[in-house]
């Protein structure tokens, strides 16, 4: 008996006197709500990372905008050590790297199959700007086609002369105003005020934002263009991987590779999902004509030769994919 009780005194005396494993806490910034697929994803990515680091990586995710970086903020926010992993809108970056607006060009990969296909020649790029800017890929997801929202329905590009229409970015911007709306660049934390107070009356975005935003509250009518790709990317500030054992950072790149996969399934099903939610909230879902999608792939065709004239590295890697597709 007292041999047993020796021995348990040892086990416990050693494993007081053992060093406590070192953990790694990370902040995650998400500018999308809690709700949003971006944002279960992220803490899906979180808590997968903590089981394959067994407890010694842990990532706590802030959505919402928690903490207070807004959405083109996000690179350089990681790049600067500000948080050490975001979830980032790619084609809010492109004041950081031009090159980055390469799969918002409208109607150059309107479908996941075709984003996929980009993303093949396109994806060293990124992650080599993602280098550039002190930070590293892990994983990459596109959000549903993006639609247009407004007050009334859009049957002809006639209709969408003078529509004040919020959109993401340049090639938004550029797209939209070929089609003679008047489209304003704004980031998501400032759409729905802006609905509200009347300074836009439309949106371009996707169903899964429409359904984030309540716009049943302010438009009557989507009509799913499908006309732009858009993806988040989630990037680790480097000094932060670097920190990290060889061990831990295979686990987490072998991790992001699963997950990357499942999540462009969560987005195809979210699609459905959030279309089901905004039909029946009383919004009128309909496609665009034959006619008018002829007309607005005429309309934005040109505007692929424009930003390979302006950011020449960008041509490679389109003209390569368009090369694939033919």
């Known amino acids: 008996m007292k041999n047993m009780l020796r021995a348990g005194l040892a086990v416990l005396l050693a494993s007081l006197a ?3 494993v ?9 500018v999308w709500p809690p709700g949003n697929f971006h944002t279960k994803n992220a803490m899906k990515f979180a808590e997968t990372v903590k089981d394959v680091t067994k407890g010694e990586v842990v990532i706590t995710v802030h959505p919402g905008g928690a903490l207070g970086i807004k959405g083109p903020e996000g690179m350089a926010a990681v790049r600067d050590g500000i948080v050490p992993v975001a979830d980032i809108l790619m084609s809010q970056q492109v004041g950081e790297a031009p090159v980055l607006g390469i799969e918002t060009l409208p109607y150059l990969a309107p479908t996941m199959p075709d984003l996929a296909l980009l993303h093949k020649f396109f994806r060293p790029k990124i992650e080599e700007v ?21 007050p009334n329905k859009i049957e002809t590009i006639e209709d969408l002369k003078g529509l004040t229409i919020r959109v993401v970015d340049a090639n938004g911007h550029n797209f939209f105003n070929a089609l003679g709306a008047a489209p304003v660049q704004m980031p998501w934390g400032e759409v729905v005020p802006s609905l509200a107070a009347g300074t836009i009356k439309g949106v371009t975005t996707s169903s899964s934002s429409g359904v984030d935003g309540a716009f049943w509250e302010f438009s009557k009518n989507m009509s799913t263009f499908n006309w ?12 932060a991987w670097n920190a990290l054992s060889p061990e831990h950072q ?3 790149e072998a991790a992001s590779k699963t997950l990357e996969g499942e999540f462009w399934l969560v987005s195809r099903a979210e699609d459905d999902a959030k279309l089901a939610i905004l039909k029946d909230k009383g919004i009128d879902v309909s496609a665009p004509s034959p006619e008018l999608q002829a007309a607005l792939i005429e309309r934005a065709k040109p505007l692929w030769e424009e930003f390979k004239a302006r950011v020449p590295d960008a041509a490679p890697y389109i003209d390569a994919y368009l090369k694939a597709q033919n």
């Not at 070192?22 to 998400?30: E, G, L, R, Y």
């Not at 993602?130 to 990459?140: R, V």
């Not at 990317?233 to 000094?239: A, C, E, F, G, H």
């Open 18 to 20: 053992a060093p406590a």
């Open 22 to 30: 070192a953990q790694t806490a990370w902040d995650m910034s998400v």
């Open 228 to 239: 732009q790709a858009s993806s988040n990317i989630v990037t680790v500030n480097l000094d």
């Open 250 to 252: 295979k686990a987490i």
């Open 130 to 150: 993602a280098t550039s800017m002190n930070q590293k890929l892990l994983y990459m997801v596109p959000w549903p086609g993006q639609a247009v929202y407004s």
